[in-house]
Nanobody, 116 residues
């Protein structure tokens, strides 16, 4: 399984971005897609998760601002992270991850920079 995350970029405080994650290869119909981020000098942290059935969860500082979703046409392989009300503290490399029976997989990351 290969994952590609894209959609990062530079945005001003209060702005929005939508990240996309596309999986290829042998992806199970039942899987959990997660979004993580890693800010400079910090550990990687979980941002949000969403099952292939569409059950989403996120906690912490992104709750209420970030929303994970799945593609309507291809929910097994494609997911999104809608990020609203962005803050400078959200600046990080964002990674998508899939866990399924048989293994878990990481994408290469996409950089989000929020300017103050």
């Amino acid at each position: 399984v290969q994952l590609q995350a894209f959609g990062g970029g530079l945005v001003q405080t209060g702005g929005s971005l939508r990240l996309s994650c596309a999986a290829s290869g042998t992806v199970n119909g039942l899987n959990v897609m997660s979004w993580y981020r890693q800010a400079p000098g910090k550990q990687r942290e979980l941002v949000a998760t969403i099952t292939s059935g569409g059950t989403a969860n996120n906690e912490g500082s992104t709750k209420g601002r970030f929303t994970a979703s799945r593609d309507i046409k291809n929910p097994v392989k494609v997911g999104y992270l809608q990020m609203d009300s962005l803050e400078p503290e959200d600046t990080a490399v964002y990674y998508c991850h899939i866990r399924q029976v048989g293994g878990d997989y990481w994408g290469q990351g996409t950089l989000v920079t929020v300017s103050s």
